[in-house]
């Protein structure tokens, strides 16, 4: 089992920055991928950002430019660094943490921070 426990959201106006971090605990593969997803009221939950354990990031089109996404493996945590925020921003972001070396893959999620970007 993996527990996620996140932190960082809250309320900005537009063009602010909000970073956001997921730590993760317990059953750690080495090979892995972290991540952030989001969603908004609505809408389905959409790929934010995603890294693995080599350091590979990969990117919505939507937040390209805007967003950083980084890994402390030491630490097995993730961040979002996101700047220029938009109010299409606004949604929940969920980190996951994906074990892709199990068949079938197997992603643990954490419970969830808002992000609230007022125009």
């Known amino acids: 089992q993996v527990q996620l426990v996140e932190s960082g959201g809250g309320l900005v106006q537009a063009g602010g920055s909000l970073r956001l971090s997921c730590a993760a605990s317990g059953n750690i593969a080495t090979i892995n991928t972290m991540g952030w997803y989001r969603q908004a009221p609505g809408k389905q939950r959409e790929l934010v950002a995603d890294t693995n354990s080599f350091g590979r990031t990969n990117y919505a089109d939507s937040v390209k430019g805007r967003f950083t996404i980084s890994r402390d493996n030491a630490k097995n945590t993730v961040y979002l660094q996101m700047n220029s925020l938009k109010p299409e921003d606004t949604a929940v972001y969920y980190c996951?943490?994906?074990?892709?070396?199990?068949?079938?893959?197997?992603?643990?999620w954490g419970q969830g921070t808002q992000v609230t970007v007022s125009s």
């Open positions: 996951v943490f994906r074990e892709v070396m199990r068949t079938p893959i197997r992603d643990y």
